[in-house]
């Protein structure tokens, strides 16, 4: 089992930052690859970036890339998503997910956290 709490997520003016934080404990966290996945009301969950084990290779989604940034600490396991130039159409829930097998952009990941709230204001 691998837990994964995320935090900082807040209410931001539209053109603001925001880091996002994804604590994972349980198991080993390098073992698996990391996304960050995000929900709006009414909408599916969809992937915003994800991040290879060792951190040297990452994905973005079309509408995320140049403004947001995934990192990860293997020695904090901890996963980041910086969040840059927000717009109001990034308002969602968004959830860190663990996967042990190779990244995908969908929703099969092995285990989630609980969501944080990310709002974006006009």
């Known amino acids: 089992q691998v837990q994964l709490v995320e935090s900082g997520g807040g209410l931001v003016q539209a053109g603001g930052s925001l880091s996002l934080s994804c604590a994972a404990s349980?198991?080993?966290?390098?073992?698996?690859?990391m996304g960050w996945f995000r929900q709006a009301p009414g909408k599916e969950r969809e992937f915003v970036a994800g991040?290879?084990?060792?951190?040297?290779?990452?994905y973005y989604a079309d509408s995320v890339k140049g403004r947001f940034t995934i990192s990860r600490d293997n020695a904090k396991n901890t996963v980041y998503l910086q969040m840059n130039s927000l717009e109001p159409e990034d308002t969602a829930v968004y959830y860190c997910?663990?996967?042990?097998?190779?990244?995908?952009?969908?929703?099969?990941?092995?285990?989630w956290g609980q969501g944080t709230q990310v709002t974006v204001s006009s």
């Open positions: 991040i290879s084990r060792g951190g040297t290779r990452t």
């Open positions: 349980g198991r080993t966290f390098s073992n698996y690859v």
């Open positions: 997910a663990a996967r042990s097998s190779v990244l995908v952009v969908t929703t099969e990941y092995d285990y």
